[in-house]
Nanobody, 122 residues
Framework: QVQLVESGGGLEQAGGSLILSCAAS????????MGWYRQAPGKQRELVAV???????NYADSVKGRFTISRDNAKNTVHLQMNSLKPEDTAVYYC????????????????WGQGTQVTVSS
């Protein structure tokens, strides 16, 4: 099937920066939207940023101006540049992708990565 593998999480001080990366592999014909979500302890998973195959982006209000999402369609990768980190950015970050696995079946499947921990200390 399809696997999404995240990397780049860790511990950072407030005001610092981190870059998250996610690589999709497996039975992939095309990928539509790719994105990053996060879930803090005791809270629901929330959208952080998404990017279409054409490069259009959308961000949560809480990260606008601080985070930048980008993707490489040729490599099936998506990245999240996180600047000016705040303690409230602490969460497990998940990569998500809408994947078409066959040119003969126009069905879109949603895949998720295993998550990577981001911890921002004050």
């Amino acid at each position: 099937q399809v696997q999404l593998v995240e990397s780049g999480g860790g511990l950072e001080q407030a005001g610092g920066s981190l870059i998250l990366s996610c690589a999709a592999s497996g039975k992939i014909f095309s990928i539509g939207v790719m994105g990053w979500y996060r879930q803090a302890p005791g809270k629901q998973r929330e959208l952080v940023a998404v990017v279409t195959s054409g490069g259009s982006t959308n961000y949560a209000d809480s990260v606008k101006g601080r985070f930048t999402i980008s993707r490489d369609n040729a490599k099936n990768t998506v990245h999240l540049q996180m600047n000016s980190l705040k303690p409230e950015d602490t969460a497990v970050y998940y990569c998500q992708a809408d994947v078409v696995t066959s040119p003969y079946t126009p069905r879109v499947y949603s895949y998720w990565g295993q998550g990577t921990q981001v911890t921002v200390s004050s």
